[in-house]
């Protein structure tokens, strides 16, 4: 990548992939797909070294636990599903009730997760018990996207509403509304140091917000569909 080399397509589902994810050291990346199925590949050899199976739907979200041991995953199932990337075991699975779960991410601490879902819902789970700990409402769309900040403390969500809520994790309040893309947010993530959140719209725009501003700072344009 450094000399701009151009890598060969990583090639091996059945069906299209609606999420992808490097590993903390950057190795490996993974693609969660509709055919059900997660591939682990290796970036400098190009080869799938794991499919891990055991979903009986397709993939909406996937990410690594921040220590690279575990995966995160979302789908239609109503469940959020943690599992071993050595061994392709399912850990742990969180049943969200009927709903359809977009997203999910550990904490920085890795003991607790947060979802999104298609019922407006932002829950958080025990790791270790998982169980329900507790959840916030505010959004009045699905919640397409969820992280955590750099600290653990605050939640972000983006939402078909248009907007990016942030939550406080430890008061369970809704601190901070972003508001300014004109259709549904797809993605978002935060900067390193926290303050900065980047969000991907369907209203084909990549927007950058100052966070304790709460005010978007730059917004990308180019793309001619949704980001």
């Known amino acids: 990548l450094e000399k701009k080399e151009k890598m060969k397509p990583l090639e091996g589902h059945l069906n299209y ?3 992808v994810a490097f590993s903390p050291d950057g190795k490996y990346l ?3 797909s ?3 199925t997660i591939k682990i590949w290796n970036i400098s050899s190009g080869l799938c070294e794991r499919t891990i199976t055991g979903n009986t739907m397709g993939f909406n ?3 690594y636990s921040p220590d690279g041991f575990y995966l995160i995953t979302t789908s239609g199932e109503g469940m959020i599903k943690i599992w071993v990337v050595e061994s392709g ?3 742990r699975f969180m049943f969200a009730d009927m709903s359809w779960v977009t997203s999910a991410a550990f904490s920085p601490n890795m003991e607790v997760v947060a979802s999104g879902d298609s019922d407006m819902t932002i829950r958080v789970w025990d790791v270790a018990e998982g169980t329900h700990l507790k959840s916030f409402l505010g959004h009045f769309d699905s919640v397409n996207s969820i992280v955590f900040s750099p600290n653990g403390r605050y939640i972000a969500s983006g939402s078909s509403d248009c907007t990016i809520k942030i939550w406080d994790n430890e008061t369970s309040s809704n601190i901070r509304t972003l508001k300014g893309h004109t259709a549904q947010i797809n993605s978002l993530d935060y900067s390193p140091d926290g303050r900065y959140i980047v969000s991907a719209s369907f209203d084909k725009t990549i927007k950058i917000w100052d966070v304790a501003k709460s005010i978007c700072v730059r917004t990308l344009v180019g793309h001619k569909a949704s980001v």
């Open 17 to 19: 992939v609606n999420s």
């Open 30 to 32: 993974a693609s969660g």
């Open 34 to 36: 509709v055919d059900t």
């Open 61 to 63: 979200s996937v990410k």
């Open 89 to 91: 075991m399912c850990l």
